[in-house]
């Protein structure tokens, strides 16, 4: 058995459409794939050699803060956190933290409209 790399990171939302035109049109991901599952919703953004994997689930409670059970936040790696957090903000993004320095860190975190928290990470770990 061997881990290769990482493939997906996964949100649930209980409205596809919603949170497609945000990884889509405000962010600016481009759509990857999909799965064609009778019943199911599913679509694919490309975030940089790993993706991300919308699941459609109608009714789906928000559970605590980020509105999903064990999920801290998504990283995204940028070349500067400043310049993109100020493209989002004309987009209408709000920044809930930063952007700002931790150490040799530059970074920035924002809300999906599903409260899903993403930072915007520039450095090295």
Do not use: W
């Not at 991300?52 to 980020?66: K, R, S, W």
């Amino acid at each position: 058995m061997a881990i290769l790399r990482s493939h997906h990171i996964a949100l649930k939302t209980p409205n596809l459409d919603r949170l497609e035109a945000f990884y889509r049109d405000v962010v600016g991901l481009s759509k990857c794939g999909q799965l064609d599952i009778p019943g199911m919703r599913i679509v694919f953004y490309d975030l940089g050699g790993v993706r991300l994997e919308l699941i459609e689930v109608p009714g789906l409670e928000q559970e605590a803060e980020t509105g999903r059970k064990g999920l801290s936040h998504v990283a995204v790696e940028v070349d500067d956190v400043y310049a993109t957090a100020e493209a989002l903000g004309k987009r209408g993004v709000t920044f809930h933290d930063g952007p700002k320095q931790v150490g040799d860190l530059n970074v920035a975190f924002f809300r999906d409209p599903d409260g899903t928290e993403l930072e915007l990470f520039q450095g090295k770990v």
